[in-house]
């Protein structure tokens, strides 16, 4: 502002004329409003001075009008009157034909509207009135600058709720929506749309259900601009949080079905930047069966671009499913994980895959219905009946009730048969009904093999629990209603000719679909992401192709399913090679693909998938161990797959990153019985070779100890935890900052042996890292209640009087700090002698040090002793107070300085010390008043100046 005067064109006596005197830089605000205190020539009132200058032919001069409008503004307030006429001159101002002053004008708006906002009462309208319809025109103005202003202005107008309802319904919401308007101009569309979706957050959801939705729904569908629906689709999340869940599902997310499939990568992108908001704008089931699969196409996107946001919001889209109920953890209000607890042992879960040697009752069922599951997911265009809801609806009932009967039989409780189901189904397709037959859909099976297991199962209720074997443990004992069953036979006679037509038709019509899928597929063989996608569809393809086998074929496999159940089947002999043969063997999409696809080609898949088998038929268990209910099993198996070295080359060389960065938030939704899906892949990201990579677990690992619990910490994190102990220092200081937090989980003998590795902490890579040791004083602080004294004098003590020494002074003065919290936690236990020896020590080191800086040390932590009152004043007056009294005589003038300090701002204000007859009162003035004489100035001062005119706190010692 210092060259205003340049801005006229003038002579100086014009300069004159206007007030621009030759102010100093320290008064720019008086240059721009000075012309309205000058008495001119002219003779004018401040008021025709304003409105002479406001509409004066120099530009210049309009633009310091409109710059100086706020203290313009404030002259006036006093008059109602002159006020109002000012903001008619504003009106006129903000028609001026030069896009300068308009966008001068529009930047003081915010600033004035809040000057309204302070004088409401005296002027209610004037904002309403003046300003709003100024805002709103400059919306439409030809001038690029004067609209971005407007548009910033009328943000932050919204944002502080200064405009009120009747205005945004009338005035602001029509104009934007004939700005966004399919036959608007491009420029103005496109800033219309980033307008409404910015402000819909700011607006209630009547108004944006209301007047807005509509017209975003269009939007979203524009096909002239794809900048139109990549602001869309940007701000997708918002706009689905305000208008509620009902409005989303019932609106929006056809929508964004639309664009996650839109010809452009940037919009589909968008959507996967966003899906995470939209997710939580859904509900349960339309999480579940509509956006899971949704985000498995981005997922296998082809463009990269697209598949590396999507992998990026993989994580907080899988932390949307997290349920309370079932995670035994949820978060308070003021933002700490808090724990629920289970009925059942968290540890069971995980070491049963080690221990046990059975695998979990409801896992091993519902297998093949996960398997169906994921398959189903993974096709593109599978809209069938026969879906993704059908398949789970039935797979939880089923796990569901299987749960409760096996419960009832280990605990040697009575089963209700009222409460058991049906049919307790070990397969989608094969069932033991409560008489023990094997029934495909309806059909029921022979009966011999019916009669032969009823006597199995009636048989097992006699048994007590004790007896126990493997028939207990794989198939709870069921109750015999071979009444009941007599007309559920009847019925389903008459179901199976109604349905079987169906299924069969429903089941060609589904294979056809995947074979054309798979067909598409085929010329981008070389991706991972379509070959395992291709891998998903085939087994996909065998499950709808088993619908459609004969009677005698399904009879053979009910035989087999029979020999499994009795025993004289192992699990080796239902291993994936048989899987894959009969897949190839059967399907008829296995004849075309050989002929179709090239040989080479097909020699490579078929060796590395025989490479497999031999694995895979060892790691069968370990598999299917990996099957959990709370999300859906193909987001769980592309998370997993983000530690895969290929992902880094094909999507993302920091997609490890990303996986540690969402693993705290996927742990907590799954819960901590179903860690073992995840145990694996956090062992492979704690061993990665990027140490960024290990520096996000470090720093996550405290809050994933919350949720898995003291038995799994200690069994699985506390290995990893270890090793970062030993890390780089990048990785080291992640584990320090929640140190506390960590140690304080674990079992006092688990604890323990970590008071001998504390020591490593005061090793660093650089030694002007002193930000680490400032780190580790903090976490001894807090870390000094989780040990006894016995453990705090022989480990930790050491540790503090090294930091004590420390060269950096911020180090050294949150040491004395805790040396104090040391000294609190001795006396505090009844320690006494631990304190009084290690006072000696402090004496020793610190009162006798030939450094001047130790004894400077020593009078801090005298005086923040006797602050803290962390010991008796009888053992501080006996032990403490004759050395610092000492220190009087010392020749460095900061020591005494800050023993002038602690007498005469602590000690003298303690209440033992200023009580009439005290012994040591005489002791403590009489070294005041040699201070209140000493020869430097500034011991003087302190000793002299009174704690109320000189308020010092501990950290103003620091020099």
């Not at 005067?5 to 206007?18: A, G, K, M, R, S």
């Not at 597929?521 to 619908?547: E, F, G, K, T, W």
């Not at 506390?718 to 080291?732: A, H, S, T, W, Y």
């Not at 320090?736 to 304080?744: E, I, M, N, T």
Request: with cysteine; charged share 25%.
């Amino acid at each position: 502002m210092a060259g205003i005067p340049l801005y006229f064109v003038e002579t100086q006596d014009d300069l004159d004329d206007f007030g621009f005197e030759d102010y100093g830089s320290e008064c720019d605000g008086i240059r721009i409003t000075a012309f309205l205190d000058v008495a001119g020539q002219d003779n004018l009132t401040p008021l025709a001075r304003l409105e002479k200058y406001a509409f004066s032919e120099n530009l210049f001069n309009r633009q310091i009008v409109a710059r100086g409008l706020l203290d313009v503004l404030r002259s006036f307030s006093d008059d109602e009157k002159d006020f109002l006429a000012v903001m008619e001159i504003v009106l006129r101002l903000s028609e001026d034909a030069e896009p300068t002053v308009r966008a001068e004008l529009m930047e003081q708006v915010p600033h004035i509207a809040f000057f309204l906002q302070e004088n409401k009462g005296r002027f209610p309208t004037a904002f309403s009135k003046y300003l709003v319809p100024v805002v709103v025109r400059y919306l439409t103005d030809p001038n690029n600058q004067v609209r971005k202003t407007s548009q910033a202005a009328l943000l932050v107008l919204l944002e502080q709720n200064f405009i009120d309802k009747n205005d945004i319904e009338a005035k602001v919401c029509p104009i934007l929506l004939e700005l966004a308007a399919p036959d608007s101009d491009d420029d103005y569309k496109v800033e219309a749309v980033a307008i409404i979706c910015k402000m819909s957050c700011m607006l209630s959801k009547e108004i944006v259900e209301k007047l807005l939705l509509p017209r975003f729904c269009d939007l979203c569908s524009d096909e002239r601009l794809f900048q139109v629906r990549k602001v869309c689709a940007a701000n997708f999340g918002d706009i689905c949080n305000t208008v509620g869940q009902e409005a989303t599902e019932k609106y929006l997310i056809p929508r964004f079905f639309e664009l996650c499939s839109d010809n452009v990568w940037g919009i589909r992108k968008a959507c996967a930047d966003c899906f995470m908001a939209v997710s939580c704008s859904a509900s349960p089931e339309m999480r579940r069966t509509k956006l899971s699969p949704l985000f498995i196409n981005l997922i296998c996107d082809p463009s990269k671009w697209v598949r590396q946001a999507a992998f990026q919001s993989l994580g907080p889209f899988i932390s949307t499913f997290a349920n309370p109920s079932s995670a035994g953890l949820y978060i308070k209000d003021d933002g700490t994980l808090s724990i629920r607890q289970l009925n059942e042992d968290p540890r069971s879960v995980s070491s049963s895959d080690k221990n046990a040697p059975n695998c979990n009752t409801s896992n091993c069922s519902s297998e093949k219905v996960d398997s169906i599951e994921a398959s189903l997911r993974l096709s593109p265009g599978n809209n069938t009946p026969c879906s993704v809801e059908t398949l789970q609806d039935t797979m939880e009932e089923k796990s569901k009730n299987v749960t409760e009967a096996q419960t009832s039989v280990f605990d040697g409780t009575s089963i209700d048969a009222s409460k058991l189901p049906l049919s307790t189904c070990t397969d989608d397709k094969f069932c033991i009904s409560e008489n023990g037959s094997k029934s495909n859909g309806q059909a029921s099976g022979s009966g011999g093999e019916q009669n032969m297991t009823t006597e199995c199962c009636l048989a097992s209720h006699q048994l007590p629990v004790d007896n126990f074997n493997s028939f207990y443990y794989w198939r709870p004992p069921l109750p015999d209603i071979s009444q009941e069953l007599e007309l559920l036979h009847l019925d389903a006679k008459q179901q199976d000719a109604t349905e079987e037509s169906h299924c069969k038709c429903h089941s060609y019509t589904t294979s056809s679909e995947i074979e054309k899928v798979l067909m598409s597929l085929q010329p981008h063989m070389d991706d991972p992401n379509v070959q395992a996608q291709i891998q998903v569809l085939s087994a996909a393809l065998r499950v709808a192709q088993l619908d459609c086998q004969p009677e005698d074929e399904l009879k053979d496999q009910e035989e087999s399913c029979s020999n499994l159940l009795s025993g004289e089947c192992s699990l080796s002999s239902c291993s994936l090679t048989d899987e894959k043969n009969v897949a190839v063997s059967e399907s008829p999409f296995g004849e075309h693909a050989s002929q179709t696809m090239n040989s080479e080609d097909w020699q490579n898949e078929s060796t590395e998938s025989s490479d497999k088998e031999d694995d895979n038929e060892l790691l069968f268990g370990e598999e299917k161990f990996k099957v959990q209910d709370i999300i859906p099993q193909p987001l769980l198996e592309q998370y997993l797959s983000m530690t895969d070295p290929a992902r880094a080359q094909t999507v993302d060389t920091e997609i490890a990153k990303h996986c540690a960065y969402s693993l705290p938030g996927v742990a907590l939704t799954l819960g901590r019985k179903n860690w073992h899906c995840l145990k694996d892949t956090y062992e492979t990201l704690a061993s990665d070779v990027q140490w960024k990579v290990r520096r996000t677990l470090a720093f996550s690992i405290h809050e994933l100890a919350v949720i898995l619990g003291d038995q799994l910490t200690a069994a699985d994190l506390v290995p990893i935890f270890n090793g970062f102990l030993k890390d780089l220092d990048e990785v080291r200081i992640g584990v320090l900052k929640h140190l506390y937090d960590f140690l304080k989980l674990l079992h006092e003998d688990k604890r323990r042996e970590y008071l001998y590795q504390l020591q490593e902490f005061m090793v660093t890579d650089n030694s002007r890292n002193w930000r680490f040791r400032y780190e580790l004083a903090e976490q001894l602080i807090l870390i000094l209640e989780l040990y006894n004294p016995t453990d705090v004098y022989d480990y930790l003590r050491h540790i503090a009087l090294t930091l004590c020494s420390d060269k950096v002074s911020e180090v050294r003065w949150i040491s004395f700090k805790l040396v104090v919290a040391i000294l609190q936690k001795f006396y505090s236990n009844g320690t006494s002698a631990l304190g009084l020896n290690f006072i000696n020590e402090l004496t020793l080191k610190f009162r006798h040090c030939p450094k001047w800086v130790g004894r400077q040390a020593f009078a801090f932590i005298c005086q923040a002793a006797v602050e803290a009152e962390c010991m008796p004043i009888d053992q501080f007056v006996e032990h403490l107070l004759p050395n610092l009294l000492s220190l009087a005589s010392d020749r460095v003038a900061n020591v005494r300085v800050l023993l002038a300090k602690a007498l005469r701002q602590t000690l003298l204000q303690k209440v033992y010390f200023t009580s009439v007859g005290n012994p040591h009162l005489e002791e403590v003035e009489e070294t005041v008043l040699v201070l209140q004489s000493d020869g430097d100035k500034d011991v003087r001062y302190f000793a002299t100046v009174e704690p109320a005119q000189n308020p010092v706190g501990l950290t103003t010692f620091v020099n």
